[in-house]
Nanobody, 124 residues
Framework: HVQVVESGGGLVQPGGSLRLSCVAS????????LAWFRQAPGMEREFVAA????????YYADSVKGRFTISRDNAKNTVYLQMNSLKPEDTAVYYC?????????????????WGQGTQVTVSS
């Protein structure tokens, strides 16, 4: 059973940057897709970005396209989310999801494997 742990959140000013990390426990890390989601207070959890098992394909929500970059290091069992040009509306708890279903359309259906989340607050 895969377990994931996120880190890297914090308080940042508008226009700033953060890099989130998610470490997965499984030795089969390089065989499955991963994704980042976020949930703001009072809102539903929403998709942010996904990456294929090899890292060759990446997909983004329109709201973060051009500002966020998802990447993975299969040797370290880690997926990253580089967030640049942060806006107050990016404030949320960010969650990593592992071993979901990533379709050619870019749709990612999450698995039941979620981390505890990491808080990102963008405020001056």
């Amino acid at each position: 059973h895969v377990q994931v742990v996120e880190s890297g959140g914090g308080l940042v000013q508008p226009g700033g940057s953060l890099r989130l990390s998610c470490v997965a426990s499984a030795r089969t890390f390089s065989t499955y897709a991963l994704a980042w989601f976020r949930q703001a207070p009072g809102m539903e959890r929403e998709f942010v970005a996904a990456i294929s098992y090899s890292g060759g394909k990446t997909y983004y929500a329109d709201s973060v396209k051009g500002r966020f970059t998802i990447s993975r290091d299969n040797a370290k069992n880690t997926v990253y989310l580089q967030m640049n040009s942060l806006k107050p509306e990016d404030t949320a708890v960010y969650y990593c999801n592992a071993d979901g279903s990533l379709y050619y359309s870019g749709t990612y259906k999450p698995s039941d494997t979620w981390g505890q989340g990491t808080q990102v607050t963008v405020s001056s």
